[in-house]
Structures are given as structure tokens and as C-alpha cells.
């Protein structure tokens, strides 16, 4: 007969996958959010003469970036402190009538004004969803729990992607695409308030842990580990955000072919490999971790191995096949880093400092990749060859390699997650 600790037991474990289920949506509407807007730039940039030029529009790119940066930590404390599952319901309420308001605007301005208020809505979701998810599956599940979350992340840069087809069609055009996912991620907050929970004893604990925003960010800080994870964190998505708000630009110019072709050339195939990448790193990696503390260390660092030749490869493709395949090589590398960056993190940092330390992690991350996203379109206004701006993205890869295997897991971490 089942005991009543058996049956808690299955319980919490029916809510944790759950959890992953309800937000897999949330994910994909973060990203399809962000994503379309680069498969529709040239209608866009067409309809919204005052943006003017590629730098500009680089610019606009940046914005979001370095305002969703800055926010990041703000939005991880805030859910460390009160609760993950209120700044999830929030974020994507807030987002989404933005997302809708954005299919309104009629200048370079309003544009950026609503690209910086979806930066500062969207910063509290991903630190406060990953961190909810690792505060569930704390033993052999977390890794495949995160991929599940991110392969949606991959889904949303994929319908993304073919928004160049919807921008090019008469009937539609890409301010309907904004008014319908708007639309729709608002109606999406109600089941999420009444269905997605917080772990049922966070708030005991955090009446114990709680922690001032300085004494937070000091701990973090003196931590070796987490500034490691920082770094290496930071390197792969100077090439990977480039890839994802420039790709469609990038094969439509060098390969004369159509907005809508390019964008889901540019998209569609690497975040398939990523996706295939999440789901099967996460699997290795809870696997390798039965026996071997750092499993989840040496899969992130295979993972980056594979998109070392690829970040080359594209910026020296001489077809549209040749650079999908570099494209597709990329996206599985990637599967393998994206779905193990939050579970490394719990290795190295407190429960309740996970949601912040993923805020700094995205502070420094995205404030560099908006670097990168201005820094390319300046590049490229000057001619600058591809190979060599990809070059050098894969020589911070290569960097990446060695940092992300120098991050040694705290035992007391390990010993507690086996423990419940």
C-alpha cells in the first residue's frame, strides 16, 4: 500500500514535468516574440522609412539587448525573493501587450521605445522559469527538464523564421503577425496563474535564506566558479546572437534569395539541430552525471567543441547548403551548451541565488551580444569580409572550451540535490 511520503513524492514529481509542459509555451513565445522581427527586416525597414540604415536597425537590435541585460539580475532577485511563479505570469502578461503594441508603431522612435519596454518585460521570465524548473527536478531530471524548456525557446526562433512569409503577404504583413502573438500571449496568462505553482516549500526556506541584493551580489561575486561560468556563458552568444538577428539578412544578401527563404534558411534547420542537441545533451549529461560529478561540465564543453568549426564554417560558405550544414553543426553544439548553463549554475550557487546569478549571467551575456548585433551592422556597412567577423567568433569559442572546464562543483550542492 502506498505510503503518504510515496504519494507526495509522486506528486511533486507529476508537478514538476507540469511545470516544464506549462511553460514550454511561455519559451517559445519569448523568443518567437524577438525572433520575427528579423525575419521581417526588410519589410520592416520598408514600412519604417526614418530607420534608415543597417546600423541603425543594429542599433534598434542592441537596445532590447542591453535593456533586457541590465534588468536580468533585477528580475532573477526579484524572483529568488518573493515568487518565481507571480514574475512569470507577469512578464509574459506585460510582454505580450507590448508585443501587440509593437505592430502599431510608425517610427524609428516608437520602435525603439517598444523594443525597450519588451526588454524590460521579458528580462524577469528566463532567470525566474529556469530557476522554478532546477528547484523541481533536483536529482538525474534536471538537465533533460531544461532542455525540454529551451528545445521550445528553439521552436519559437523557428516560427519565427518564417515570419519573412508572412510579412510578404498581402493579406497579412508583419504588424499581423505582432497584433496575433500579442493577443495570444495575453490570453495565455490565465491558465498559467492557474496552473503553474511554486515549489510547495520555498516559502519556509526563504524565510531562513533570504538574502539583501548587496550581500547577494558579494557571494556571487567572491565565487570563482560563477565568474567562470560567467565568461564562458558570455563567448558563444557574441556569434550566437549574431547568427540568430542577422542570419536571415546574412544568407539573403550573400546568396541573392527571398525574405521569407532566407529567414527560414536561417533559422529552421539550426534550431531543428538544437533542438535534437537539447534533448539528447540533457539525456548525456543526467546520464554522465550518475557517475561522474562534472558530467554536465564535459557535455557543455563537447557541445562547444562542435560549433567551433561550424562559427568558421559559415562565415566561409560558398553556397546556401554548405552554410545550412555549417548551420545545422552549430545548432547541435548549441543544444548541448544551452540545456546545461542553469543546471552547471545550481552546482556552483545556492538554491536561492539561482534566479540571480542567471540575471548576471544574462547581464553580461546580452549586453555583449548587443555589442555584437551594432558592432556587425557597423561591419558590414564598412565591407568588412564575413570570414574574418566570424573568425573571431570562433576563436572566443575556443577560448570558451578551457574556461568552462576549469568550474569545479561544490560538494555540499551535489550532496543536497541527491538527497531530496
Not at 90 to 96: G, I, N, R, T
Not at 157 to 162: D, H, P, R
Not at 268 to 282: D, H, I, K, N, R
Not at 336 to 348: E, G, S, T, V, Y
Amino acid at each position: 500500500m502506498p505510503t503518504a511520503s510515496s504519494s507526495s513524492s509522486t506528486s511533486l514529481t507529476r508537478m514538476a514535468w507540469l511545470v516544464v509542459a506549462l511553460l514550454m509555451p511561455v519559451a517559445l513565445l519569448n523568443y518567437l516574440d524577438r525572433q520575427m522581427l528579423a525575419a521581417m527586416k526588410y519589410s520592416v525597414m520598408e514600412d519604417i522609412p526614418s530607420i534608415g540604415t543597417e546600423e541603425n536597425w543594429g542599433f534598434m537590435l542592441g537596445q532590447f539587448k542591453w535593456v533586457y541585460a541590465f534588468l536580468s539580475p533585477i528580475g532573477g532577485y526579484v524572483a529568488d525573493r518573493f515568487s518565481r511563479r507571480l514574475t512569470i505570469c507577469a512578464s509574459l502578461f506585460v510582454w505580450s501587450a507590448v508585443t501587440w503594441w509593437t505592430g502599431h508603431v510608425t517610427s524609428y522612435d516608437e520602435l525603439l521605445l517598444a523594443r525597450s519596454l519588451m526588454g524590460i518585460s521579458e528580462a524577469f521570465y528566463i532567470p525566474a522559469a529556469l530557476a522554478l524548473i532546477t528547484d523541481y527536478h533536483t536529482g538525474h531530471t534536471r538537465s533533460r527538464a531544461v532542455g525540454l524548456h529551451q528545445m521550445a525557446i528553439y521552436l519559437g526562433v523557428i516560427t519565427g523564421g518564417f515570419g519573412g512569409y508572412v510579412a510578404d503577404a498581402p493579406d497579412l504583413g508583419w504588424r499581423f503577425a505582432f497584433d496575433a502573438c500579442g493577443i495570444f500571449g495575453i490570453l495565455y496568462t490565465l491558465p498559467l496563474v492557474l496552473f503553474l505553482r511554486d515549489v510547495p516549500v520555498r516559502k519556509e526556506v526563504e524565510l531562513e535564506v533570504a538574502t539583501s541584493p548587496v550581500r547577494a551580489l558579494k557571494e556571487l561575486l567572491g565565487n570563482l566558479s560563477f565568474i567562470l561560468l560567467v565568461l564562458y556563458f558570455t563567448l558563444p552568444a557574441l556569434s550566437g546572437w549574431v547568427v540568430r538577428d542577422w542570419g536571415p539578412a546574412i544568407l539573403k544578401q550573400q546568396f541573392q534569395i527571398g525574405q521569407g527563404q532566407a529567414g527560414v534558411a536561417a533559422t529552421l534547420y539550426w534550431q531543428v539541430a538544437a533542438m535534437l542537441g537539447a534533448f539528447f545533451g540533457g539525456w548525456l549529461a543526467d546520464r554522465w552525471m550518475r557517475r561522474q560529478a562534472r558530467g554536465r561540465i564535459f557535455v557543455s564543453a563537447i557541445g562547444m567543441s562542435l560549433m567551433i568549426p561550424a562559427i568558421f564554417g559559415v562565415g566561409n560558405a560558398g553556397s546556401l547548403l554548405v552554410a545550412v550544414a555549417f548551420l545545422v553543426l552549430f545548432g547541435l553544439g548549441w543544444g548541448f551548451f544551452d540545456c546545461n548553463n542553469m543546471p552547471i549554475l545550481a552546482q556552483i550557487v545556492r538554491p536561492h541565488l539561482r534566479a540571480t546569478g542567471y540575471g548576471i549571467m544574462n547581464l553580461v551575456s546580452i549586453s555583449c551580444g548587443g555589442l555584437a548585433d551594432w558592432g556587425f551592422g557597423v561591419l558590414r556597412d564598412r565591407d568588412v569580409p564575413l570570414n574574418i567577423i566570424f573568425g573571431v567568433f570562433a576563436g572566443t569559442a575556443i577560448l570558451s572550451v578551457f574556461i568552462v572546464l576549469l568550474i569545479r562543483p561544490k560538494k555540499e550542492l551535489l550532496a543536497q540535490d541527491e538527497s531530496t
